[in-house]
């Protein structure tokens, strides 16, 4: 398990919420590394045994995105769940629990074995209209440093989402 120790900043937290607790939402052609979406997260073990549909909506986080020609964004997926000893997980710090909306006592971590490509403008899966919310881009540098170290190390798997209308989350 991968953890990080970060010395206590400030980090603004998302934009107001509107009534009920709502989020501005932005079109999903504006996505940008950082922003936390809810997504049906395929696990690569999912994907090899067969299945095309994800279990449940999760919280994501968008690594990058690629393409500007054809947008894709790079998932990874967020989790509760303890990890084992074999996953590669980034524990999520209480400030950036703050910046997307996540109470902190969840014990948040990113998982960094698996992650979703999906073409943004044609995807089933992302969402049309997503809330605003991001982590802060210095944590994504340093996602991203560890997302690279277990990628080489080849220890990272990834599950190419594509579009079927008879699998439509995207609301």
Known sequence: MIETHRTEQSI?????????????AKDR??????DMIIYPFLWHWQHQSGLQR????????????????????IILPITTKAPSLRH????????ECAAIGMPHHLQASI???DF????????????KRVPMRSFS???????????????????????????????EYSM
């Open 88 to 95: 590669d997980r980034l524990f999520v710090p209480a400030e």
């Open 12 to 24: 603004a937290a998302p934009a107001h919420a509107g009534r009920n607790g709502n989020l501005p």
């Open 111 to 113: 998982g960094l074995n």
């Open 137 to 167: 881009p210095q944590y994504m540098e340093h996602v991203m440093s560890e997302f690279r170290r277990v990628y080489d190390a080849k220890r990272a798997h990834s599950v190419t989402r594509i579009p079927d209308p008879d699998l």
């Open 29 to 34: 052609s504006l996505l940008a590394a950082g």
């Open 116 to 127: 979703n490509f999906d073409t943004i403008s044609t995807s089933t899966c992302i969402r």
């Open 54 to 73: 994800a279990e449940k909506m999760r919280p994501c986080v968008v690594l990058m995105r690629i393409n500007e020609s054809d947008p894709t964004a």
